[in-house]
């Protein structure tokens, strides 16, 4: 006991630490023990109260389980009746079924003016057809000639008259017949397509076209010009008229063509 007693005065603490942890361990056993006893009292009342007819009278009554709705029986079809007889009056009755009707016989039921309401429909304007504008005339194409005349001294000679009257180049040599003339104007013809023409200007200032051959001889002059520009202006309208077919002869009413 001295041997112990001193242990617990030298280690107080730990000895301390060992009496707590004895203690709780005692009273969690004590608590475990009451518990099951009380759970055990439990489970013998209930099993009393089941086969104790008194104990089981006190008991409040349980609730009766909702009953289930059935769905409620089919209806048998009953069979159709029969005609019935009115003694009395000498009279069969006999019921009559409501039939339905469709729609399109409703429809024909319907009141007439109603489907002349309907079927009142405006008929839609016919397109009128969009009148073609009318075609413009066309212009007339404005083209030079070629007039023949006779020369004072003799022979014959040709100029190139614009549609305006103008005299754009003159022969400067006579010829000796008309057909030779008329050959002399295929020549300038021919000259003139080939681009052999010249602007010229004089002493004076002044401009003037001159028309040559292959071989750079002079076949016709024009008018005098006082610019340049519109000495170049009359050189086109040259090119342009020269090719024309008419060729009239002075003194006659008709031009003819070649």
Known sequence: ???????????????????????????????LVVEISRKKHKT???????????????????????????????????PPQEPQKDELAGFVFVPVKKEKKTAAEEAALEDPMKQEKKTDKKPAPTPVAAKKPAAKPAKKETVGKWIIYEE???GFGFKLVASNGEEMIKSSSPYASLSSAKSG???????????????VETKKGNFFVQVNNASKRL????ADYKTRTSCENAMESIKRWASTTVIAVEGSDDGEKK
């Open 1 to 31: 006991m001295d041997n112990i007693w001193n242990y617990i005065q030298d280690h107080i603490a730990l000895t301390v630490v060992l009496a707590v942890v004895l203690v709780l361990i005692i009273v969690v056993f004590v608590l």
């Open 185 to 199: 104007i295929k020549t300038y013809q021919d000259n003139i397509a080939a681009g052999r023409l010249e602007v």
């Open 44 to 78: 013998t009342s209930a099993e009393q109260a089941a086969t104790d007819p008194e104990v089981k009278d006190s008991m409040p009554p349980e609730k009766p389980i909702a009953e289930i709705p059935t769905a409620p029986a089919a209806e048998t079809p009953q």
């Open 152 to 154: 004072d001294r003799g």
């Open 219 to 222: 076949l016709a002059t024009s």
